[in-house]
């Protein structure tokens, strides 16, 4: 079997598996709990007495540690108590060898196996082989091949007990993972959507807003002129409903180009002169998208937020970066200190906030200031995106 059928077999783990796993260790581990009989057949062979009553007691109290501990490693439960079970199961494995008799050995595999399922790391492994090494030394009173017998089984059977409870536990966490995935995905997309939807809307309904009080200003006389307005918010209206359901399907590309030509025409029609510096072409199709939402939002919050009258889109270049400022002279004396901050006048603010999510996901930075009435939104990319920065507030892109 190969590695990658290994893995596509443990992605279909499910609750069924899981449950099936777990019936299975606790049934092993349960079961060789009836080793227990053959020391506890040897000590009522003696004269009944205190010997046999203090035997009968180690060796119920030793299984009643190991079944406390092994069920509850099944069940993937654990807590501080299970130390002080493992403390007191060691000194009464400890104490069955002078009251249990020989036959004692047939519970060696109890103290391994339970250190392997109540620590973790390095100190299961440790105390899995020095609970070996600690039986044969209470053992070398008896006959060596009895010795090596015994402690062979006991390290086989503690191993295949220790690595079926663990395997049981491990596709219990498995099968959590991933319904947290499935719940980080949900929660992803519904941040995708509400992000898309309002730099979409954002951007199409200021636009639209702009236009109509263009319209409105238009005296009845120049007719063509109105129409010609309306025609236009007509357009972008049906734009908006197509981006909409775009969004809604998660199929909407962007076009740095186009959005650069889109957004300087709006505007150019808005009364604000525009003055774009051209952008490198060896930019990668990540970058650029994300360079078109930020375009379109630092458009949208010019329109909203500004009275420009110049608009200003400077390019540096230096090594594999790429630094963009989008600059206008517009700010209102009212909102400076908010913009200042990188807060949106809009409620929730959440647009130069999902600005700063589509920069981040690429390997870019967002900067803003205010100096001299002039509002600068910097943006700083790699001309290629860096796969290991495709992270953001939700997780991980791909």
């Given at each position: 079997?190969?590695?990658?059928?290994?893995?596509?077999?443990?992605?279909?783990?499910?609750?069924?598996?899981?449950?099936?796993?777990?019936?299975?260790?606790?049934?092993?581990?349960?079961?060789?709990?009836?080793?227990?009989?053959?020391?506890?057949?040897?000590?009522?062979?003696?004269?009944?007495?205190?010997?046999?009553?203090?035997?009968?007691?180690?060796?119920?109290?030793?299984?009643?540690?190991?079944?406390?501990?092994?069920?509850?490693?099944?069940?993937?439960?654990?807590?501080?108590?299970?130390?002080?079970?493992?403390?007191?199961?060691?000194?009464?494995?400890?104490?069955?060898?002078?009251?249990?008799?020989?036959?004692?050995?047939?519970?060696?595999?109890m103290l391994p196996f339970a250190f392997a399922v109540t620590l973790a790391g390095r100190p299961a492994w440790w105390g899995f082989f020095a609970a070996i090494v600690l039986n044969v030394a209470l053992a070398v009173?008896?006959?060596l091949n009895w010795v090596l017998f015994s402690g062979l089984q006991s390290l086989l059977t503690a191993a295949a007990l220790a690595g079926l409870t663990i395997f049981a536990t491990l596709l219990s966490e498995l099968?959590?993972?991933?319904?947290?995935?499935?719940?980080?995905?949900?929660?992803?997309?519904?941040?995708?959507?509400?992000?898309?939807?309002?730099?979409?809307?954002?951007?199409?309904?200021?636009?639209?807003?702009?236009?109509?009080?263009?319209?409105?200003?238009?005296?009845?006389?120049?007719?063509?002129?109105?129409?010609?307005?309306?025609?236009?918010?007509?357009?972008?209206?049906?734009?908006?409903?197509?981006?909409?359901?775009?969004?809604?399907?998660?199929?909407?590309?962007?076009?740095?180009?186009?959005?650069?030509?889109?957004?300087?025409?709006?505007?150019?029609?808005?009364?604000?002169?525009?003055?774009?510096?051209?952008?490198?072409?060896?930019?990668?199709?990540?970058?650029?998208?994300?360079?078109?939402?930020?375009?379109?939002?630092?458009?949208?919050?010019?329109?909203?937020?500004?009275?420009?009258?110049?608009?200003?889109?400077?390019?540096?270049?230096?090594?594999?970066?790429?630094?963009?400022?989008?600059?206008?002279?517009?700010?209102?004396?009212?909102?400076?200190?908010?913009?200042?901050?990188?807060?949106?006048?809009?409620?929730?603010?959440?647009?130069?906030?999902?600005?700063?999510?589509?920069?981040?996901?690429?390997?870019?930075?967002?900067?803003?200031?205010?100096?001299?009435?002039?509002?600068?939104?910097?943006?700083?990319?790699?001309?290629?995106?860096?796969?290991?920065?495709?992270?953001?507030?939700?997780?991980?892109?791909?």
């Amino acid at each position: 079997m190969t590695p990658s059928t290994t893995r596509q077999q443990l992605t279909t783990v499910g609750p069924g598996t899981v449950r099936l796993a777990r019936i299975a260790a606790a049934t092993f581990s349960v079961g060789m709990a009836a080793f227990a009989a053959i020391p506890l057949a040897e000590v009522l062979e003696g004269p009944p007495g205190v010997r046999v009553a203090i035997g009968v007691a180690l060796i119920t109290a030793l299984t009643g540690c190991y079944l406390w501990l092994g069920v509850r490693a099944v069940l993937g439960r654990n807590a501080r108590l299970d130390l002080w079970v493992l403390v007191a199961m060691t000194a009464l494995n400890v104490a069955v060898p002078f009251a249990g008799g020989a036959s004692w050995l047939s519970l060696g595999f109890m103290l391994p196996f339970a250190f392997a399922v109540t620590l973790a790391g390095r100190p299961a492994w440790w105390g899995f082989f020095a609970a070996i090494v600690l039986n044969v030394a209470l053992a070398v009173p008896q006959e060596l091949n009895w010795v090596l017998f015994s402690g062979l089984q006991s390290l086989l059977t503690a191993a295949a007990l220790a690595g079926l409870t663990i395997f049981a536990t491990l596709l219990s966490e498995l099968q959590r993972t991933r319904e947290e995935l499935a719940r980080l995905a949900i929660t992803e997309e519904r941040l995708r959507f509400a992000r898309e939807l309002h730099d979409v809307l954002g951007h199409n309904l200021s636009v639209i807003a702009m236009r109509t009080e263009l319209s409105m200003r238009i005296p009845s006389a120049q007719r063509s002129r109105l129409h010609g307005e309306l025609t236009e918010i007509h357009d972008i209206a049906r734009r908006s409903l197509h981006d909409v359901r775009a969004v809604v399907k998660g199929y909407r590309e962007m076009s740095l180009e186009k959005e650069l030509a889109g957004v300087r025409k709006v505007l150019e029609s808005a009364g604000v002169k525009c003055d774009f510096a051209d952008l490198p072409s060896s930019v990668s199709a990540e970058v650029s998208v994300a360079l078109a939402w930020a375009v379109r939002e630092a458009a949208t919050n010019l329109l909203r937020h500004s009275d420009a009258t110049v608009c200003l889109l400077g390019v540096e270049s230096e090594d594999d970066r790429i630094r963009v400022t989008v600059a206008n002279d517009g700010v209102r004396q009212g909102a400076a200190a908010a913009r200042a901050a990188g807060v949106e006048a809009t409620v929730g603010g959440s647009g130069l906030a999902g600005l700063d999510e589509r920069l981040a996901q690429v390997g870019g930075t967002c900067d803003r200031h205010l100096e001299d009435g002039w509002f600068t939104l910097s943006l700083d990319v790699p001309s290629r995106a860096l796969a290991a920065s495709l992270t953001s507030a939700t997780g991980d892109r791909k």
